[in-house]
């Protein structure tokens, strides 16, 4: 492996990693009242994007970094959504 790819791949595991306990934490106790609805949109989208862009370049480092990214991602956005928007939208409708 050169230079140029252990750096990628450090950067790749360092950026996932980084990820884990976020993804943990909303997962576990379900609470992701404080976290951006719309930055996890994006987020997900760009870390989707770049997992293409990985497949397009054929660089192992972007696929397997961004393809943990993207999942966790997609964890947390889905248990936003399913817990904090749709809650809130279940209880607006309990109280009407």
């Known amino acids: 492996m050169d230079m140029q790819s252990g750096i990628g791949y450090a950067a790749a595991i360092c950026t996932t990693i980084a990820f884990l306990p ?7 106790t379900r609470n992701t009242q404080s976290l951006s609805l719309a930055m996890y949109i994006v987020f997900t989208l760009g870390a989707a994007l770049w997992l293409a862009y990985g497949v397009v370049k054929n660089d192992w480092a972007l696929i397997a970094a961004n393809s943990v990214t993207a999942l966790l991602s997609c964890a947390i ?3 936003k959504l399913r817990y904090d928007v749709l809650g809130a939208r279940r209880a607006l409708d309990r109280a009407q």
């Open 22 to 28: 976020q993804a943990w934490v909303a997962i576990k």
């Open 77 to 79: 956005l889905i248990t």
